[in-house]
C-alpha cells in the first residue's frame, strides 16, 4: 500500500481524483470544526451487518436542498435545510471544483475509535457516476482507496482543511474507506457534498 502525505512526494494518484491542501487555512478550519461540533442534529445510527445491529462508529446528520432524502446502509435520511455556514462552504467547493452539489453528509469522528469500513458512494440517488467533493476539519486521519479490479491501493493523510475530490469514475472503480486510528484523540469533521437525483 502506498503511503501519500503531500502531492510532492511524487506518487500518482488516479486521474480521477484531486487534493487540495489547506483549501481553508487552519484558523477557518479550527472555526468551522468547533461549529459543526455543536450541531444538535447529528446522530448514531445503526448499521446491519450479517442479521445483526450495530451503532454506527460515527455521528452524521444529512442536509440538502427542499424536498431532498438519501438512503444507504438501511438507513433512510431526510434532508435538513442548507444553514448559511454550510450554503457558504458549498459555494467554494463548487466554485474550486467545477461541480454543483445540492447535499452534503456530514460525519463526526469523535475520536480514532470511529470510523467508516470499506465502501462506494453508488447509492441510486447519486446517480450512475457520482461525484463527491470530501472537506475535512480536524484531526488529520488517513484515508485508503482500493480498485475493484487492479491489485492497486492508497493511503492519503487527510488534515485539517483539506479538499478532496472523487471525480467520475472513484463510486464506480474503486471503493474507499476510514479506518480506525486508535492513537487519534481529537475530533474530525468530514463534509461530503453529492449531488442527489430525485427519479
Request: hydrophobic share 40%; with cysteine.
Amino acid at each position: 500500500m502506498v503511503f501519500l502525505k503531500n502531492l510532492s512526494d511524487d506518487l500518482i494518484l488516479p486521474d480521477q481524483v484531486t487534493i487540495w491542501r489547506s483549501f481553508y487555512s487552519t484558523e477557518a478550519a479550527d472555526a468551522y470544526l468547533q461549529y459543526f461540533l455543536g450541531l444538535s442534529s447529528l446522530r448514531q445510527g445503526t448499521v446491519h451487518i450479517f442479521g445483526k445491529t450495530y451503532p454506527t462508529p460515527r455521528l452524521e446528520a444529512f442536509f440538502g436542498e427542499a424536498g431532498l432524502s438519501y438512503s444507504y446502509s438501511n438507513q433512510r435520511f431526510e434532508a435538513l435545510p442548507l444553514c448559511n455556514v454550510l450554503l457558504e462552504i458549498k459555494k467554494a467547493v463548487e466554485l474550486t471544483t467545477q461541480f454543483q452539489f445540492n447535499a452534503v453528509l456530514v460525519n463526526l469522528y469523535r475520536n480514532g475509535l470511529d470510523s467508516n469500513g470499506w465502501h462506494a458512494d453508488n447509492e441510486p440517488e447519486l446517480g450512475d457516476d457520482p461525484v463527491v467533493a470530501s472537506l475535512s476539519f480536524g484531526a488529520s486521519r488517513r484515508f485508503y482507496l482500493r480498485s475493484n479490479t487492479e491489485n492497486k491501493s492508497l493511503k492519503l493523510l487527510l488534515e485539517n482543511g483539506d479538499l478532496l475530490l472523487m471525480g467520475k469514475g472513484m463510486q464506480t472503480e474503486w471503493k474507499h474507506c476510514i479506518p480506525k486510528s486508535p492513537r487519534v484523540l481529537e475530533p474530525r469533521i468530514n463534509l461530503t457534498f453529492r449531488k442527489i437525483i430525485q427519479r
